[in-house]
């Protein structure tokens, strides 16, 4: 590694003041929770942004619109939800938290003394989560079940913990830090959009380096997130019915107008009815890609394409890379 990657590591644990406490705009509180913090433009039209949390930032509920990963590189902590409970985060762990979970994250006092305790969060969109976590969301790690539930409505639960990573871990993350800021860097006139494929990797070796652990173990929050609400509803029937769904048929299923329909898919994914069955119809042609030897031209139709032209521009928007590419860097046939 370079020296600039050298000095970044020394960085990691030395604060300026600046970087001491995000501050969130939109304060606001409600019925359920006093002190409720909304994210708003965190991202900052970026596709992946990465937070430091230590000692010092304050503490504070708040509920993010953005899928949200945080790994205790030094210390304990604990993460609360609305319900009151907290759970003990160690050194190593990534949490996972499922987004508009209304939650707040403190340093343990009782395990460690306040200055040695530094959490970093990974934020990103639902849509580009999906697209981020697309190599994973088919394979049979409980972390793949988990985003799935987390990326597409089902019954979830508010947040996944994994503990024990491998002897890896940490280096990956470093490496994952490193390039996540450096691909956000308000230094740099441009950055170049082919950077997110080194991000991209290394966020899924990330998370691979906890399933390749010796003594894997994951904690699951007591509360999930049901199903039973309209949006989620809709979502459902937008997977099982992707390859030929359509909006009218939405309509006259759920009996809502096409301006709803939108506005509930909007508030609970950010994404339009057509970016959500994008996303979809990408999600099954990359499980077909990656576990079966099916030609190309079947995938396209299954998953409700018609020309080939179509899916491989929406494919490469989505993913990075070709089809073909996909299969050669990802092609693992279930057994």
Known sequence: MSIEYDTYLKSLETF??????HVYDDQYCNETVAGIIGEVGALRNRPIFLLRHTWATVAKYHQLSVCKLC????????IYTDDGKYTVLSQGDLCIVTPLVFQKFTIDFDKTDSEKNILFNIMLSVHEAARFFAPLLSQSYPFSNYLNQMLYGKDCPKFMILREGSEDT???????????????????????????????????????????????????SDVRIGNTTPAAQIIDYIRLN?????????????HYTPSHICKLLRRHTGLSFKENLT???????????????????????????????????????????TPGEYRKKYYNPIS
Do not use: W
């Not at 992707?242 to 759920?254: A, P, Q, R």
């Open 71 to 78: 790994y205790v590189y030094r210390g304990n902590f604990r």
């Open 242 to 254: 992707f390859s030929d769904v359509t909006l009218n048929e939405l309509c006259e299923h759920f």
């Open 279 to 321: 996303n979809e119809r990408m999600r099954y042609a990359c499980h077909l890609l990656s576990q079966t030897s099916k030609p190309i031209n079947d995938i396209i139709e299954e998953s409700g394409y018609f020309t080939k032209e179509y899916f491989y521009r929406a494919f490469k928007k989505h993913c990075g890379m």
């Open 16 to 21: 300026q003041k600046e970087d001491l406490q």
């Open 170 to 220: 940490l280096t990956v993350a470093q490496k994952l830090f490193y390039e996540i800021d450096r691909f956000n860097d308000d230094n740099k006139k441009d950055s170049d959009p082919k950077d997110c494929v080194g991000i991209l990797l290394l966020l899924n070796l990330f998370l691979l380096s906890y399933g390749r652990s010796t003594l894997p173990h994951y904690t699951f």
